[in-house]
């Protein structure tokens, strides 16, 4: 099969829509359930390619969850623990497999954003995995092939209109790639660089110590940046990216929403958070809103005047900034891409903040030296990579 139509482009009023191959190739893709539309299939091809890097630099099944053409999470099946389980509402899921791990983490990173994901999976997709699928608000998954039993599971969800895509796991694109833009062509060679160890040999400060899991972590984030909207940044530590930030016109805000979205989820893992007393009757993406308020800047709207009797069975006591701020301060080794230089130092003060040991990043600014003095001034180590990873 060349072409695929799809329901509609962007936008229900954007039709008619495709997907087609030129020449005499074939799709390398079979849709098994659904009817995908335009925003899928770019969230499914990005996150495929996104996935298929990460499990050849770890060599862990990965999972990412994207929305709207951007990674809200990606992992790398580690184990998980009696927390992260917890915060990830996945509790009561038993032995998890590898690739149910992957998922569990890349969907937990940013709960909020991952409503109504789509994802992807490095591994033929199994039981487990689609278990802990079929009961999240998801609009698809794209893997390599799915067992019997989790294509059955999968394809049961929302009365078997839920996108399940297979892709060829040996296909490979050619290598010019074109698009058009109000009716103009561009055309470039695809972005093939591998992103290897390699690129964190050049280590400009003072600090050079980078551990094998803080360099696994750099990678798991510039492998993230390569299919984020730029301009991005990423955090990550233990396998998995745990704040992304995309789209930001400046590279500070980037940092500080990444970092925002990194201080998050650590804060879900605090006593204060795991404690919360939540009505049994209470969805997880409610409770994943409340956490959201509760750790936030507007938590007071929501322990005054008894709204929080909506999800709560008792009132809970306020995380006050002081608390917050001090949990925080447990935040740890985590390691901080971007997808281009940092301009200012600013970006190195943000970072420290939410646990920052370990920076890649490209280098070439007229004020490296100053992110360099920045680094320096907290002890955190940078690798120049030498190597943008712009995405549009």
């Known amino acids: 099969m060349r072409e695929l139509t799809l329901k509609y482009g962007c936008n229900p009023n954007q039709k008619p829509a495709r997907i087609f191959m030129q020449?005499?190739?074939?799709?390398?893709?079979?849709?098994?359930?659904?009817?995908?539309?335009y925003i899928n299939f770019l969230d499914a091809l990005n996150g495929w390619q996104l996935v298929r890097e990460l499990k050849e630099a770890t060599g862990l099944p990965?999972?990412?969850?994207?929305?709207?053409?951007?990674?809200?999470?990606?992992?790398?099946?580690?184990?998980?623990?009696?927390i992260l389980k917890k915060i990830y509402w996945v509790e009561d899921a038993g032995e998890l497999s590898p690739l149910a791990c992957a998922y569990a983490r890349a969907r937990g990173a940013d709960r909020m954003s991952s409503f109504g994901d789509f994802i992807a999976l490095s591994d033929v997709c199994d039981a487990d995995t689609a278990r802990l699928i079929k009961r999240e608000v998801s609009d698809g998954v794209i893997a390599p092939g799915y067992t019997e039993e989790a294509l059955a599971i999968l394809r049961e969800k929302k009365k078997g209109k839920y996108n399940v895509i297979e892709i060829d796991p040996s296909y490979r694109p050619a290598e010019t790639e074109v698009k058009?833009?109000?009716?103009?062509?561009?055309?470039?060679?695809?972005?093939?660089?591998?992103?290897?160890?390699?690129?964190?040999?050049?280590?400009?400060?003072?600090a050079k110590d980078i551990p094998e899991s803080a360099k696994t972590d750099l990678l798991i984030a510039l492998i993230t940046l390569k299919y984020t909207q730029s301009n991005s940044v990423c955090y990550a530590l233990d396998g998995q990216a745990i704040g992304i930030g995309a789209g930001q016109q400046s590279r500070v805000h980037c940092t500080r929403l990444a970092g925002r979205k990194a201080d998050n989820w650590y804060l879900r893992q605090a006593p204060e958070v795991l404690g919360l007393p939540f009505r049994p009757e209470v969805s997880r993406a409610?409770?994943?809103n409340a956490i959201d308020v509760y750790i936030g800047d507007e938590s007071e709207d929501l322990l005054r005047d008894g709204s929080w009797e909506r999800v709560f069975t008792l009132k809970p006591a306020p995380f006050t900034p002081e608390a917050k701020r001090a949990w925080l301060d447990g935040l740890k080794g985590v390691s901080l891409a971007s997808d281009a230089f940092f301009p200012?130092?600013?970006?190195?003060?943000?970072?420290?903040?939410?646990?920052?040991?370990y920076i890649a990043e490209p280098g070439g600014s007229i004020r490296d030296d100053q992110v360099i003095e920045t680094c320096n001034r907290y002890g955190i180590a940078m690798a120049f990579t030498g190597l943008r990873l712009f995405h549009h």
């Open 180 to 206: 058009q833009v109000f009716g103009v062509s561009f055309e470039q060679g695809r972005n093939e660089i591998p992103i290897t160890g390699d690129l964190l040999n050049n280590i400009v400060t003072e």
């Open 62 to 82: 990965a999972a990412t969850s994207f929305k709207h053409v951007s990674p809200a999470g990606a992992a790398c099946g580690r184990p998980l623990s009696d």
């Open 23 to 37: 020449g005499d190739r074939e799709l390398p893709v079979k849709v098994l359930s659904g009817t995908p539309g």
């Open 286 to 288: 409610e409770r994943d």
């Open 344 to 357: 200012f130092g600013d970006n190195i003060e943000r970072a420290r903040k939410s646990g920052v040991s």
